[in-house]
């Protein structure tokens, strides 16, 4: 069989769920890494590093959470990634054969709640900032949010190619952007001695950056083999961990240093982080904040594309659990244009608190996705090792089952372990998390937790006769996804 790329990989993209076959693959394993680069390389990074600083923490401590938290949970997220090649097919639909044809929905509707709720912020970010640029009374001018989205609309749908060749050209402006950036924050902005004191640690302040790092990062998972899944699988799984892993952490772990800088080195920083970047910048010489705020604006739409790409495959995923559906350009339009209108339609009328509302978002996704990254990592890894029955994924009643006991009593199990330890502010503090003082370390026992019990759920599976079947379906699914692409 050919393995040259097909004409149908340019122009629109019309996959969405299917499998994407030998003869569709194509590209270079580093393409993943300015993407994952300039997923964190945007403004609402840039406020997740002011938590610990408006917390009551101090900027080394800050800086040492902030590099722990994304060290720790990119390496999740890019093992995530590794997927992708692999098995050819976009994450979610991964959980399948974890959570079974109808069970998995249990966190295709997380994940979904997640695209909406990063894109309501994203869009408001990118807005001000395409306003702020002009002028101040422009930032709360909702025109831009209808550019924002319109623009990250076609972008999603276009798809795979286009979102890669975006990020890694935008990437050279904003590297530079971002440089300037922190010269400008160094030289221009005091940081007091005390904030770089290691004595004064603070528990609090420190492990909730830690967390939020950790589950921003831990985020991404749900959707970062969408972006390596057009690999040929004869990549090998390291090197697509590693530029995933060091695209994304050193895109993270930048701009969040750079928010605690600018934190403990303005008053009232936090209220309006679009106004903060755009002084600091104007700090280095004027007209450089509105260059910054457009340049930061672009990566907020590159981010929202991914969002409404991801959420559509999701949508689909989930409609497709219920009536058995046929992946065509249509339903992609039509999914596409589904979640932007949630993503305006919320942006529209948000509250304007920012921070705290966006901290808490995050929290909730970390405690959400903590157990299901566990049981899908594990199933990939240890359980079954990458081999999987593609064909029976898209079987209603396949050797996945509707139902996958194992990965949902293991995820309930994961989640409800997590619970003592949860601190939300003004919503729910855990006992254990309350009689330390409000630590949260709800991270450290979700994954271990979920990850062992499914493992110990799983010691009878079969996996000899999986692979056989595997084996067996492997030019069967080859044929048909090579004849499967609809108009």
């Given at each position: 069989?050919?393995?040259?790329?097909?004409?149908?990989?340019?122009?629109?993209?019309?996959?969405?769920i299917?499998?994407?076959p030998?003869?569709?693959?194509?590209?270079?394993?580093?393409?993943?890494?300015?993407?994952?680069?300039?997923?964190?390389?945007?403004?609402?990074?840039?406020a997740?590093?002011?938590?610990?600083?408006?917390?009551?923490?101090?900027?080394?401590?800050?800086?040492?959470?902030?590099?722990?938290?994304?060290?720790?949970?990119?390496i999740?997220?890019?093992?995530?990634?590794?997927?992708?090649?692999?098995l050819?097919?976009?994450?979610?639909?991964?959980?399948?054969?974890?959570?079974?044809?109808?069970?998995?929905?249990?966190?295709?509707l997380?994940?979904?709640l997640?695209?909406?709720?990063?894109?309501?912020?994203?869009?408001?970010?990118?807005?001000?900032s395409?306003?702020?640029?002009?002028?101040?009374?422009?930032?709360s001018?909702?025109?831009?949010?209808?550019?924002?989205?319109?623009?990250?609309?076609?972008?999603?749908?276009?798809?795979y190619?286009?979102i890669?060749?975006f990020?890694?050209?935008?990437?050279?402006?904003?590297i530079?952007?971002?440089?300037?950036?922190?010269?400008?924050?160094?030289v221009?902005?005091?940081?007091p001695?005390?904030?770089?004191?290691?004595t004064?640690?603070?528990?609090?302040?420190?492990?909730?950056?830690?967390?939020?790092?950790?589950g921003?990062?831990i985020?991404?998972?749900?959707?970062?083999?969408?972006?390596?899944?057009?690999?040929?699988?004869?990549?090998?799984t390291?090197?697509?961990?590693?530029?995933?892993?060091?695209g994304s952490?050193?895109?993270?772990?930048?701009?969040?240093f750079?928010g605690?800088?600018?934190a403990?080195?303005?008053?009232?920083?936090?209220?309006?982080?679009?106004?903060d970047?755009?002084?600091?910048?104007?700090?280095?010489?004027?007209?450089?904040?509105?260059?910054?705020?457009?340049?930061?604006?672009?990566?907020?739409?590159?981010?929202?594309?991914?969002?409404m790409?991801?959420?559509?495959?999701?949508?689909?995923?989930?409609?497709?659990?219920?009536?058995?559906?046929?992946?065509?350009?249509?339903?992609?339009?039509t999914?596409?244009?589904?979640?932007?209108?949630?993503?305006?339609?919320?942006?529209?009328?948000?509250?304007?608190?920012?921070?705290g509302?966006?901290?808490?978002?995050?929290?909730l996704?970390?405690?959400?996705?903590?157990?299901?990254?566990?049981?899908?990592?594990?199933?990939?890894?240890?359980?079954?090792?990458?081999?999987?029955?593609?064909?029976?994924?898209?079987?209603?009643?396949?050797?996945?089952r509707?139902?996958?006991?194992?990965g949902?009593?293991a995820?309930?199990?994961?989640?409800?372990?997590?619970?003592?330890?949860?601190?939300?502010?003004?919503?729910?503090?855990?006992?254990?998390?309350?009689?330390?003082?409000?630590?949260?370390?709800?991270?450290?026992?979700?994954?271990?937790?979920?990850?062992?019990?499914?493992?110990?759920?799983?010691?009878?599976?079969?996996?000899?006769?999986?692979r056989?079947?595997?084996?067996?379906?492997?030019?069967?699914?080859?044929?048909?996804a090579?004849?499967h692409?609809?108009?």
């Amino acid at each position: 069989m050919s393995t040259t790329t097909s004409p149908r990989t340019r122009g629109i993209e019309v996959r969405s769920i299917d499998y994407v076959p030998l003869s569709e693959r194509h590209g270079r394993v580093s393409r993943i890494g300015p993407l994952w680069f300039m997923s964190n390389a945007q403004i609402a990074t840039l406020a997740t590093g002011l938590i610990s600083i408006t917390s009551g923490g101090n900027l080394i401590w800050s800086f040492i959470a902030i590099a722990l938290g994304i060290l720790i949970g990119t390496i999740f997220m890019a093992a995530h990634s590794s997927q992708g090649p692999q098995l050819g097919l976009p994450q979610m639909i991964q959980s399948r054969p974890q959570f079974g044809y109808v069970g998995a929905l249990l966190v295709w509707l997380f994940a979904y709640l997640q695209y909406a709720g990063f894109n309501i912020f994203n869009t408001i970010l990118a807005g001000e900032s395409i306003g702020g640029a002009i002028s101040s009374g422009q930032a709360s001018n909702p025109l831009w949010l209808w550019a924002v989205t319109i623009l990250a609309a076609a972008i999603a749908l276009v798809g795979y190619d286009l979102i890669h060749s975006f990020e890694k050209y935008l990437m050279i402006l904003t590297i530079l952007m971002l440089a300037l950036l922190t010269l400008s924050a160094v030289v221009h902005l005091h940081v007091p001695a005390a904030q770089l004191d290691l004595t004064h640690f603070n528990a609090v302040p420190f492990f909730a950056q830690l967390g939020v790092a950790a589950g921003y990062q831990i985020s991404w998972a749900i959707y970062v083999s969408d972006y390596s899944r057009y690999l040929p699988p004869t990549v090998k799984t390291r090197n697509t961990f590693a530029w995933t892993f060091w695209g994304s952490a050193l895109g993270g772990i930048w701009v969040m240093f750079l928010g605690s800088w600018i934190a403990v080195s303005a008053k009232d920083i936090g209220s309006n982080t679009v106004v903060d970047l755009k002084h600091v910048a104007d700090l280095l010489f004027p007209g450089f904040g509105a260059i910054a705020l457009i340049i930061a604006a672009l990566g907020l739409v590159s981010v929202t594309a991914l969002n409404m790409y991801g959420g559509s495959l999701t949508l689909i995923s989930s409609i497709d659990s219920f009536v058995k559906i046929r992946p065509t350009l249509v339903i992609r339009i039509t999914t596409i244009v589904v979640t932007a209108a949630i993503s305006i339609g919320f942006a529209l009328f948000a509250s304007a608190n920012f921070l705290g509302g966006f901290t808490d978002f995050l929290l909730l996704i970390l405690y959400l996705f903590i157990p299901w990254t566990a049981v899908n990592l594990t199933d990939f890894f240890i359980v079954r090792r990458g081999h999987y029955a593609i064909a029976e994924i898209f079987k209603p009643n396949g050797i996945y089952r509707r139902w996958g006991w194992q990965g949902i009593v293991a995820y309930l199990l994961g989640f409800a372990a997590m619970i003592p330890f949860f601190d939300v502010a003004g919503f729910f503090e855990g006992p254990v998390s309350k009689a330390m003082g409000g630590v949260d370390i709800s991270l450290f026992i979700g994954l271990p937790v979920a990850a062992f019990f499914y493992w110990l759920f799983t010691r009878n599976i079969n996996v000899e006769a999986e692979r056989r079947l595997a084996d067996e379906q492997t030019a069967e699914i080859e044929r048909a996804a090579s004849e499967h692409v609809l108009p």
